[in-house]
């Protein structure tokens, strides 16, 4: 990117936006909901489109998705490739029903069931390993963010998710900004607080990847995301999609969001 025209890495970055539908929908419904989006999405020319389903129904949703540009993750994955993980799947598994991206990290998994920062590491590393795109969620709670740790928080997530990664693998990496008091809660960061979380995000891969690697990175924001905020939230700098939980479940409220500027 030139020197002169900040803006011409953000135009370069395809707008993308990610449902992750949590542990939600029934079967039928999660198979309506993707024929819904395959018929009415075009050719995803313009912008990237991402469903990230209950683990159980991501054969089903792969068949039915198939031939359209949607794109199919899971919404947690363990780094081994087998063994004795009960309860877990591998990047292996993954791949071999169509999975072709995945999170890492949400919030639920670090604050719900524990998740280690250190794991985040070797499972971006088993991700890249098995041509599947990790989407690295990072952010802090509200305790961190009164605490006026915020961006130390985020830091540390950034270097342990990020420990295995090298420079010209970062291309296939996204970065979620999903502060944990905006999950789910209704309440959105402000144009503001996400423009300087993404900031902040960008210069921290910047130091740590190069400028070119940082120009090229797409950084979702996620919490409370709604088709009457996405335009607002998409006009911020450096914000280049959203990661949608609650909104994602149904069609009359993703599609708006999906068309934000149509
Ligand atoms: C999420 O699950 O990542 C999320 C952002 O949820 P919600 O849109 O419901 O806040």
Redesign the pocket.
């Known amino acids: 990117m030139s020197q002169e025209d900040p803006s011409a890495g953000r135009r370069k970055r395809k707008p993308y936006i990610a449902a992750?539908w949590?542990m939600n929908l029934d079967r039928n419904q999660a198979l309506d909901m993707i024929k819904t989006l395959k018929a009415r999405l075009g050719d995803g020319d313009d912008r990237e489109v991402a469903v990230f389903a209950p683990a159980v129904y991501l054969a089903d949703v792969a068949a039915v998705s198939q031939g359209s540009p949607i794109g199919l993750g899971a919404q947690n994955m363990h780094w081994e490739e087998n063994g004795a993980f009960t309860g877990e799947i591998s990047a292996l598994m993954l791949r071999g029903v169509g999975v072709d991206r995945v999170l890492i990290g949400?919030?639920?998994r670090r604050h719900l069931f524990f998740e280690k920062d250190e794991w985040m590491g070797r499972k971006i590393r088993a991700a890249l390993d098995h041509d599947i795109l990790p989407t690295l969620?990072v952010g802090e709670t509200i305790e961190e963010r009164k605490a006026g740790k915020a961006q130390e928080v985020i830091a540390r997530q950034l270097k342990t998710g990020l420990e295995w990664a090298q420079a010209i693998e970062m291309s296939r990496v996204t970065i979620?900004y999903?502060p944990v008091w905006?999950?789910?809660?209704g309440e959105t960061a402000t144009p503001d607080q996400a423009g300087e979380a993404h900031g902040m995000i960008r210069d921290w891969i910047s130091d740590r990847f190069g400028a070119e690697v940082a120009d090229d990175l797409r950084i979702l924001y996620?919490?409370?995301?709604k088709a009457d905020n996405v335009k607002e939230l998409m006009a911020v700098e450096g914000v280049d999609g959203v990661?949608?939980?609650?909104?994602?479940l149904q069609p009359d409220a993703i599609l708006p969001i999906i068309e934000f500027d149509k």
């Open positions: 992750n949590k949400h919030s639920e969620c979620a999903e905006a999950i789910g809660t996620g919490g409370s995301v990661l949608v939980g609650g909104a994602s």
